[in-house]
């Protein structure tokens, strides 16, 4: 049953939607408020729940959606701490019996801590890894920083430097009006803390970000001058320019690119990729399962003899090989950095695609884009 009415209304203005058979079947609305509802209250949900779905200890089982990784319990307050995460406002929580105790404090707060929340938001106390996420929380709280649209915070997050696990680390949370979609199976892949989202459909399923394009690259600009100025280790670089770049910014200055050639495995800038494009091109294994363009990542290829292959560190946007006209479309992939690289240092890319160089490990036949150039004046040597 959800009762609500705006703050400066009256009792008389409340609404009531009833669902007496679950969600199964349509509700009923009726106007004004039930007698236990007063002008303190402005939003009530009460919720009967079926037999044995809350189990007495109050420990909720959270689910993990990645091979071989081992499910844990919560305390039933901090899950519900998950789902508020994005909220405004105080929220408390007591049983019968027991004392009202707050689980989230409005994050506008002047008593807010981010520490502590984010702590709390990811099951730090509670994960297998508990240890290292913990740690990771302390030694990057202080990026964590508002995004916020005129007046309206719509996440507090840092952009993310770490590489999947066969673990979820649970360090993100998706949320709509600054209630998390899921509480379960969350992984830090472009961002740490919480950012809103628009919904899907009622389902609340997160499609796209709240905040305008401008305020969320203005968000990342920031979260990477901040980047820049830390000893990151190469994994790191990787990382957190594969997450830049969903947000659509530049990572070129930052990024670590793992390539494998001459039986050798190395980090390399978009700098040090674009001087190496003059002698040895620079392979990217195409998955070719649909027309846009997309590295492959489930192979067993080390290396591609006579080239440079780009070894993926995980899936995202970062993998991009989409081309206009020829031209790797500016979407700050790894392969549109190097491209643009080797531009800016006054040199004649060149891409060509090699058939069938492998399979995948579905059986599918890969194709190979490869990137070489040369100086526009041949007696130029960089």
């Not at 009726?30 to 007698?35: D, R």
């Not at 929580?93 to 981010?114: A, V």
């Not at 670089?237 to 947000?247: G, I, R």
Request: proline content about 4%.
């Amino acid at each position: 049953v959800i009762v609500s009415k705006s703050y400066t209304d009256g009792l008389s203005n409340a609404h009531q939607l009833k669902f007496n058979n679950g969600f199964s079947l349509r509700p009923i609305l009726t106007q004004g408020a039930p007698q236990d509802f007063n002008m303190a209250i402005s939003t009530r949900i009460k919720i009967k729940l079926k037999p044995n779905i809350m189990p007495e200890d109050l420990l909720i089982d959270i689910q993990n959606n990645k091979m071989g990784a081992t499910n844990f319990k919560v305390p039933f307050k901090e899950y519900l701490a998950v789902i508020c995460a994005g909220l405004d406002v105080n929220v408390f929580f007591e049983t019968s019996g027991s004392k009202k105790i707050k689980i989230h404090e409005s994050i506008l707060s002047d008593e807010f801590d981010k520490l502590k929340w984010l702590k709390t938001i990811s099951f730090s106390e509670y994960q297998t890894t508990s240890t290292q996420v913990k740690e990771y929380i302390e030694n990057n709280i202080s990026r964590i920083t508002p995004i916020i649209e005129g007046d309206v915070r719509l996440g507090l997050a840092a952009i993310n430097t770490i590489l999947p696990t066969n673990n979820n680390n649970y360090l993100s949370v998706s949320c709509i009006g600054g209630l998390a979609n899921s509480a379960h199976s969350r992984d830090a892949d472009d961002f740490i803390g919480y950012i809103n989202y628009l919904p899907k459909s009622a389902k609340r399923d997160a499609i796209d970000f709240e905040a305008p394009s401008t305020t969320l690259k203005n968000w990342a600009k920031k979260q990477l001058s901040e980047l820049l100025a830390l000893n990151l280790n190469p994994y790191e670089k990787y990382m957190a320019s594969a997450s830049l770049s969903k947000f659509k910014v530049d990572p070129s200055g930052l990024a670590a690119i793992l390539v494998n050639y001459n039986h050798n495995i190395h980090f390399h800038s978009f700098e040090e990729l674009a001087i190496l494009s003059q002698s040895i091109g620079i392979a990217f294994l195409d998955s070719n399962f649909s027309s846009s363009g997309h590295m492959e990542t489930y192979h067993d290829i080390q290396e591609l003899s006579g080239y440079a292959l780009v070894r993926p560190l995980t899936n995202s946007s970062f993998l991009s090989l989409k081309m206009n006209e020829e031209i790797p479309e500016e979407n700050f992939s790894i392969l549109d950095c190097l491209y643009r690289k080797i531009v800016e240092k006054g040199l004649i890319p060149k891409i060509e695609k090699i058939e069938a160089v492998g399979q995948n490990v579905f059986g599918w036949t890969l194709h190979a884009l490869i990137v070489s150039s040369c100086p526009s004046n041949p007696e130029t040597f960089i």
